[in-house]
């Protein structure tokens, strides 16, 4: 397979995605082509490529079965070019995921869109520290709320 194709026609499609859901308006449609054409679509593309390179079909270059129970063995996965493309895509697809959920839940709370911006693209390069990010502006947005309108 060509590896470096995958990753690079993956990888430029979920930054296109990154981009329409930082810029575009969050109107249903956009929302659900993000959900369903963007996350989807780098699910099933992880999907399709995991299963045969799992059960060997399709040759990852590691040489060896893959081994998720050892840190070796999941270090000679991802070292290999199959391996790092699919665990690249399967950040991708999950990432994606979790910042569709920081965006529609930052809308929900009334978060301004130049705030999301910045707490995305800390998703989007460093996953769970975005999503920390983002936790901890909404607890903090969400007991300033609490105190002002629960009177003491």
């Known amino acids: 397979m060509n590896w470096d194709l995958i990753f690079t026609i993956t990888n430029n499609y979920a930054l296109l995605m990154w ?3 930082a810029f575009a308006p969050r ?3 956009i929302l659900t082509g993000l959900f369903y054409g963007g996350i989807g679509l780098l699910a099933g593309t992880y999907a399709v490529i995991i299963i045969p390179l799992m059960t060997g079909l399709i040759d ?4 060896a ?7 070796t063995g999941v270090q000679q996965l991802l070292s290999s070019p199959g391996g790092a493309t699919v665990g690249w895509i399967h ?3 999950f990432d994606l995921f979790v910042g569709l959920w920081v965006a529609r839940n930052a809308d929900k709370y009334g978060f301004a869109r130049w705030l999301q911006i910045p707490i995305l693209l800390f998703v989007l390069m460093l996953g769970p520290l975005g ?3 983002y936790l901890l502006l909404r607890f903090t ?4 709320v609490a105190e002002a309108v629960i009177p003491e």
């Open 19 to 21: 981009l329409l859901l």
């Open 65 to 71: 079965a893959p081994d998720f129970t050892t840190l």
């Open 60 to 63: 990852g270059g590691s040489g």
């Open 131 to 133: 999503l920390v990010l």
């Open 141 to 144: 947005r969400h007991n300033k």
């Open 91 to 93: 950040y991708l697809a």
């Open 27 to 29: 109107r249903a449609a």
